[in-house]
C-alpha cells in the first residue's frame, strides 16, 4: 500500500464525471488499498478516485476509522427523509458547511472482485456517501452548502 496524493480544489480533475471501472483486476485492489490508506493518513471519513487523480467511478468510506467500505461503479438507487450535514472534504481545505442529504439511501455497487451487493445505510453513512458519490459526477460539497462558518 502507498499513501496518493490528495487533488485540491483549483484542479481540474476535481469537475470532471468519472468513467464506470470495467476491469476487476490487481491495480484495481491496490488502487482500493493506497485510497484507503490515503483517507486515514488524512484523518478522513472518505475518499473518491478524483481525489487521488483517477477518474473512475470508485470510493472509499469510514465512518469511524474501522469499518470499512469500499464502492466501485456505486449507484443510489433509492433514497429517503432528509438530513442537514456538517461537512468539510479533503479536497477544499479550511471551508465547512451545512448539506442537506437523504437521510436514508440503497446504493447498488460492485465490490473489488466485481461482485455486485446492495448497501441500505442512514445517518452519517448515508452523508459521507453521498459526498463522495457526488466527487464521481465532479460535484464538491460547496456546490451545495446552505452557509459557510
Ligand atoms: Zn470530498
Known amino acids: 500500500m502507498a499513501r496518493r496524493m490528495i487533488v485540491k480544489i483549483g484542479e481540474d480533475i476535481l469537475r470532471k464525471k468519472c468513467k464506470e471501472v470495467t476491469e476487476f483486476d490487481a491495480s484495481l485492489g491496490e488502487l482500493l488499498d493506497d485510497m484507503k490508506e ?7 471519513v472518505g475518499l473518491a478516485g478524483p481525489q487521488v487523480g483517477i477518474l473512475r467511478r470508485v470510493a472509499v468510506v469510514s465512518p469511524n476509522g474501522k469499518n470499512f467500505y469500499e464502492f466501485v461503479n456505486p449507484v443510489i438507487v433509492s433514497s ?11 479536497s477544499v481545505p479550511g471551508i465547512n458547511g ?17 461482485r455486485r451487493f446492495l448497501l441500505k445505510a442512514e445517518g452519517f453513512l448515508a452523508n459521507i456517501c453521498c459526498h463522495e458519490f457526488d466527487h464521481l459526477d465532479g460535484i464538491l460539497f460547496i456546490d451545495k452548502m446552505m452557509g459557510k462558518r
Not at 38 to 44: E, I, K, N, Q, R
Not at 80 to 90: A, D, H, K
Open 38 to 44: 490515503t483517507m486515514l493518513d488524512a484523518d478522513g
Open 80 to 90: 429517503s427523509g432528509t438530513q442537514i450535514c456538517r461537512e468539510g472534504c479533503l
Open 98 to 114: 451545512e448539506v442537506e442529504r437523504p437521510k436514508k439511501i440503497e446504493v447498488m455497487a460492485y465490490d473489488r472482485n466485481g
